[in-house]
């Protein structure tokens, strides 16, 4: 990250407000008297950032300003970044995050005609993140291993070894390994429970295999079954077909007896009447 401008006021001891130009120059050493505003200078700059500085909440408000307001503009990767945060009094903290556009961006700084589109998110935290999330550092990385604050330049060699690898970590972006161990991970979950769906499956699958050839031999005797079924009604179908022609030939003839007995009854009775 490359300071490039900072603007402040209301901050600290800075009142009025005022300018940083860092494209200005290349190497800077600041000198005045105590209370002059030589460390509230680079407070602006972990503030406007991280949110944070020497002092909190409204103690960074200037006692005579109703506001602390600070702007800083810095390169990062290629990009040109602006974030600015405010403080008024008795309310809650604002805070934006810009990048520049255009195409040449070098003469805009120089010009200071920068175009902005918005970082912002919808809320403070999310800002917050989001500048952290882009940096790749957030306040505890920043004044361990970036700027050393007064007196204790060297507070990264005091932190314990689990924590000077996490700011290292942060610094070398490794916890995009992290994330990535964390997607495998869950990838393999997902793998492992496909693979025990499948070996059920499986497993189904052969306990069917298995009593294929029961199965085909109970299907050879149940056809056999129905082969001597199939034989045993059609004799009885033969059988029954006789025993329909028998029956109407014999009623056919015992018709035709009645017949016949009923022609002689009525003979009788015609030779009765006529005696």
Same mark, same amino acid.
């Given at each position: 990250?490359?300071?490039?401008?900072?603007?402040?006021?209301?901050?600290?001891?800075?009142?009025?407000?005022?300018?940083?130009?860092?494209?200005?120059?290349?190497?800077?050493?600041?000198?005045?008297?105590?209370?002059?505003?030589?460390?509230?200078?680079?407070?602006?700059?972990?503030?406007?950032?991280?949110?944070?500085?020497?002092?909190?909440?409204?103690?960074?408000?200037?006692?005579?300003?109703?506001?602390?307001?600070?702007?800083?503009?810095?390169?990062?990767?290629?990009?040109?970044?602006?974030?600015?945060?405010?403080?008024?009094?008795?309310?809650?903290?604002?805070?934006?995050?810009?990048?520049?556009?255009?195409?040449?961006?070098?003469?805009?700084?120089?010009?200071?005609?920068?175009?902005?589109?918005?970082?912002?998110?919808?809320?403070?935290?999310?800002?917050?993140?989001?500048?952290?999330?882009?940096?790749?550092? %957030?306040?505890?990385?920043?004044?361990?291993?970036?700027?050393?604050?007064?007196?204790?330049?060297?507070?990264?060699?005091?932190?314990?070894?689990?924590?000077?690898?996490?700011?290292?970590?942060?610094?070398?972006?490794?916890?995009?390994?992290?994330?990535?161990?964390?997607?495998?991970?869950?990838?393999?979950?997902?793998?492992?429970?496909?693979?025990?769906?499948?070996?059920?499956?499986?497993?189904?699958?052969?306990?069917?295999?298995?009593?294929?050839?029961?199965?085909?031999?109970?299907?050879? %005797?149940?056809?056999?079954?129905?082969?001597?079924?199939?034989?045993?009604?059609?004799?009885?179908?033969?059988?029954?077909?006789?025993?329909?022609?028998?029956?109407?030939?014999?009623?056919?003839?015992?018709?035709?007896?009645?017949?016949?007995?009923?022609?002689?009854?009525?003979?009788?009775?015609?030779?009765?009447?006529?005696?």
């Amino acid at each position: 990250m490359i300071p490039l401008h900072l603007k402040l006021s209301g901050f600290l001891s800075y009142r009025d407000p005022a300018e940083v130009d860092f494209t200005a120059f290349h190497l800077a050493c600041i000198s005045g008297p105590n209370g002059a505003g030589k460390s509230s200078l680079l407070d602006a700059i972990t503030w406007a950032l991280f949110g944070q500085a020497r002092k909190r909440d409204e103690s960074v408000v200037n006692l005579q300003s109703k506001t602390a307001e600070v702007a800083f503009t810095f390169s990062y990767e290629g990009n040109i970044y602006r974030v600015l945060r405010a403080l008024p009094r008795g309310k809650t903290t604002m805070l934006e995050f810009q990048i520049a556009e255009g195409d040449n961006l070098q003469s805009s700084i120089v010009n200071q005609k920068l175009s902005w589109r918005p970082l912002t998110e919808r809320s403070l935290r999310e800002t917050q993140a989001r500048v952290e999330q882009i940096l790749r550092l %957030d306040y505890e990385t920043f004044i361990n291993v970036s700027f050393f604050l007064q007196g204790r330049a060297d507070q990264f060699a005091q932190q314990p070894p689990t924590k000077r690898k996490e700011i290292l970590g942060n610094i070398l972006g490794l916890e995009v390994w992290e994330t990535y161990k964390e997607r495998t991970a869950n990838r393999r979950k997902s793998i492992e429970r496909d693979l025990e769906a499948l070996n059920g499956r499986l497993q189904e699958i052969a306990a069917e295999l298995a009593e294929e050839e029961p199965r085909k031999q109970k299907l050879k %005797d149940l056809e056999g079954q129905l082969k001597q079924l199939t034989a045993v009604r059609k004799t009885q179908e033969t059988a029954l077909e006789s025993l329909k022609k028998a029956a109407v030939s014999q009623l056919a003839a015992e018709r035709a007896r009645l017949e016949e007995e009923r022609r002689g009854l009525q003979r009788v009775n015609y030779q009765t009447k006529r005696d």
